[in-house]
């Protein structure tokens, strides 16, 4: 994935529909890429072991009170939105241990996702967990 970008690849455009209820950042543990660490570390200043802790073999988002790090809970927003994670770009589509693109009832919104959608974020689902698994 490029990391010279300091913006997040467009992947679909929840905020159309976002109903900002922030259930999405609670108690994440998002699996942050290599290149998602250098994108927020360029576009906070931040050093990974501030806004992530280690889990098994990934590095995943820190929470604060529950929420993600990142988590604006007054104005349920996101504070890094234009450099936030490939994996909450996706959401409310995760992509499972074995590839497949699905949509997390989770999200109040999921019923929404249109298939074109679904069908963009599958295309790359596979670049996506090249670059998850290249880790040594």
Avoid at 68 to 94: E, H, M, W
Avoid at 96 to 109: I, N, Q, R, W
Wanted: proline share 5%; aromatic share 10%.
């Amino acid at each position: 994935m490029e990391t010279s970008s300091r913006k997040t690849p467009i992947i679909h455009r929840p905020w159309l529909y976002c109903f900002k209820c922030g259930l999405c950042c609670h108690s994440t543990e998002m699996i942050l890429l290599e290149s998602d660490l250098k994108r927020i570390s360029q576009y906070t200043g931040l050093d990974p072991e501030e806004f992530s802790v280690k889990k098994g073999r990934f590095r995943v988002l820190k929470n604060v009170d529950g929420r993600c790090f990142f988590y604006d809970q007054k104005n349920g927003t996101c504070r890094i939105y234009a450099a936030r994670p490939i994996g909450c770009s996706l959401y409310p589509l995760v992509l499972s241990e074995d590839g497949h693109v699905e949509v997390d009832d989770y999200c109040p919104l999921s019923r929404l996702i249109p298939s074109y959608e679904k069908r963009k974020a599958k295309l790359l689902g596979g670049e996506i967990l090249r670059e998850l698994f290249s880790r040594g």
